[in-house]
């Protein structure tokens, strides 16, 4: 297996408690509070009580606590940061999970997993995280774990098309003054870390090349426009947003939902 296009090492502790989506709940709470999006995730999926959950790129294993409270059989985190698997263990402890959920240390695109093993795998924030041919091996992965039947839910942010057009076509258009805005507008983190960005397109693609059955992706509700240095320009991103015909170019995040 080839080296991770991006490095474990870069996802440090300082990521987890500081930049990574929940890390304001984690902290406050050491790890008992938790960010919206698991929740969605499991609603979204429609988990069952006695399911068998995966989440592969568990960061701080959030969504194994919770996946066992709403009464999954059994909950398994799979992550490659050693950092974060040391907060996902310290989530477990802080939450009454009795002994039902445990985080691996391994890589996505060799899950150290049986085949037919699980009824729902999530992967959240962790595609735009993956090239192109790394997202297709775990995803892989994930198809020869999931039993007959089984969903795969992931989230992915941020929705490749708020940059490549939404932005560019700002920048590039109007009013001049606006052409001094810098010609990518990812932050730091982003460009270290952010390899395989997808859109609706992209996604639904990769899913179905992995095999799943009925691959679909949607768009989110979150609308992320901080990185426009003007404060009346991102009033775009909540106008395209709003209306169905354009709101690829205005939502920021992705679902992507594909069945064994």
């Known amino acids: 297996m080839k080296v991770p296009r991006v490095a474990p090492e870069l996802y440090d502790a300082d990521y987890y408690l500081h930049v990574a989506a929940g890390a304001l709940e984690w902290s406050e709470s ?18 069952n009580r006695g399911d ?34 040391e907060l996902a263990r310290q989530t477990l402890a802080a939450n009454p ?12 695109r060799a899950l150290p997993l049986p085949d037919a093993t699980a009824d729902l795998v999530t992967m959240l ?68 870390m952010h390899v395989g960005e997808l859109n609706l397109g992209s996604l639904r693609r990769a899913l179905r090349r992995a095999g799943f059955a009925g691959a679909r992706a949607e768009l ?18 909540h106008r395209l947003a709003a209306h169905r015909p354009t709101a690829r170019f205005g939502v920021a995040d992705l679902w992507g939902l594909g069945r064994r």
């Open 30 to 47: 050491r790890g008992s509070a938790f960010h919206g999006v698991y929740a969605a995730a499991l609603d979204k999926a429609g988990l």
């Open 52 to 85: 068998v959950v995966v989440d592969v790129g568990t960061g701080r294993g959030e969504l194994l606590a919770l996946a066992v409270a709403r009464g999954a059989d059994r909950a398994i985190g799979v992550e490659y940061s050693p950092a974060a698997v």
């Open 97 to 108: 999970t009795a002994g039902r959920a445990e985080v691996v240390h391994a890589d996505a």
């Open 125 to 192: 924030d962790i595609v735009e995280h993956l090239t192109s041919d790394e997202l297709s091996d775990a995803l892989r992965e994930v198809h020869r774990i999931l039993r007959p039947g089984g969903l795969l839910l992931a989230h992915t942010m941020p929705n490749r098309d708020i940059y490549t057009v939404t932005y560019r076509l700002q920048r590039g258009l109007v009013p001049t003054r606006w052409r001094a805005w810098p010609r990518d507008p990812r932050n730091d983190f982003e460009h270290r």
């Open 220 to 237: 989110g509700e979150w609308i992320y426009a901080d990185f426009v240095p003007d404060d009346r320009a991102r009033v775009l991103y």
